[in-house]
């Protein structure tokens, strides 16, 4: 028991961050941690080994935070982050780009390098909360819009709505910080 407590409180840091990239609480990120560590002690059997340790507890952590967001629903802000409208200035009356996105290069060779998802997860830390924790949902916890929108109190015109310009403001981000940055390592001083 003493070496998978042991395992569990080296995993700790990483689940910690994890959460609250999701929840943007620090409170409710904790709660959802101890609960998924919890979980693992009351019941190691339940890790069949099939996969690493670190990968069963985010896919238990998942459910914790699904259950902190319900739970805290009433408290997230469901109002609108920005009423500024970006595909306006991104996109001409006509639909095209105003200024044709920089070629990204390869995407699968970006997304193998740290560096990057550095400058990713940076960049969805930065999204205005709402945008943000419904891009979470959505993509990190792979959420069905349907479940968001019951969470939330949001309906489904709303959510593909945030969910666009948290798409819009990632890729602004992005192109800032990563594609359009002269070395990498200037990335992080940008936001």
Sequence with gaps: MSDIADQLQALRPQL????????????????????????????????????????????????????????????????RDDERDLDDDLFLPDGHWRDMPQDWGDPEHCLRQLDFMRVLEACVEHLPGQQGRLFMMREWLELESEEICKALSISTTNLWVMLHRARLRLRECLQLNWFGATAPADAGEKF
């Design 16 to 79: 910690l961050k994890y959460a609250q990239l999701q929840l943007r609480n620090s409170a409710w990120a904790e709660d959802a941690v101890s609960e998924t560590l919890l979980a693992a002690l009351e019941k190691p059997q339940n890790f069949g080994g099939m996969s690493q340790l670190k990968t069963w507890l985010i896919g238990v952590l998942k459910h914790k935070l699904v259950d902190q967001i319900r739970r805290n629903s009433k408290e997230m802000s469901t109002t």
